[in-house]
């Protein structure tokens, strides 16, 4: 019996959580620290409402400043990948910043001013 493209991700999406818990030596590809399982983040490198479907597991900090930092436009855009991510010379400085950090460590984050802008 063929299954729909819903019930599919939905499949491939548990398979994953259940790996990721798996997986005690999960490493951040931006601040390139050990994540710790209470601070796993899953990030859709396109964004869902984009149509996007994989993802990437990272710190929690790391994702909240993605996030902070750009719209989801932007993100389907030109920053599709971890390589362009860590181009960005704001994610670049935040990068430095945390990757000295504690891994359990979780900073505020804050919207950036310029979240929004047109480019």
Same mark, same amino acid.
């Not at 990272?58 to 909240?64: E, F, K, L, N, P």
């Not at 993100?75 to 010379?89: D, F, G, I, Q």
């Given at each position: 019996?063929?299954?729909?493209?819903?019930?599919?991700?939905?499949?491939?999406?548990?398979?994953?959580?259940?790996?990721?818990?798996?997986?005690?030596?999960?490493?951040?590809?931006?601040?390139?620290?050990?994540?710790?399982?209470?601070?796993? %983040?899953?990030?859709?490198?396109?964004?869902?409402?984009?149509?996007?479907?994989?993802?990437?597991?990272?710190?929690?900090?790391?994702?909240?400043?993605?996030?902070?930092?750009?719209?989801?436009?932007?993100?389907?855009?030109?920053?599709?990948?971890?390589?362009?991510?860590?181009?960005?010379?704001?994610?670049?400085? !935040?990068?430095?910043?945390?990757? %000295?950090?504690?891994? %359990? !460590?979780?900073?505020?984050?804050?919207?950036?001013?310029?979240?929004?802008?047109?480019?």
């Amino acid at each position: 019996m063929a299954q729909g493209r819903i019930k599919r991700l939905q499949s491939v999406s548990r398979l994953q959580e259940k790996q990721e818990e798996k997986d005690d030596l999960a490493v951040c590809p931006l601040c390139e620290r050990p994540i710790p399982p209470a601070l796993r %983040d899953a990030h859709h490198l396109i964004p869902k409402s984009r149509g996007g479907v994989a993802t990437v597991v990272m710190h929690r900090a790391c994702h909240r400043q993605i996030h902070a930092l750009f719209t989801e436009t932007e993100l389907a855009r030109h920053y599709a990948s971890t390589e362009a991510l860590k181009a960005h010379a704001e994610m670049g400085r !935040f990068i430095n910043w945390v990757k %000295d950090k504690p891994n %359990d !460590f979780n900073p505020r984050i804050r919207r950036s001013r310029s979240k929004g802008e047109t480019y």
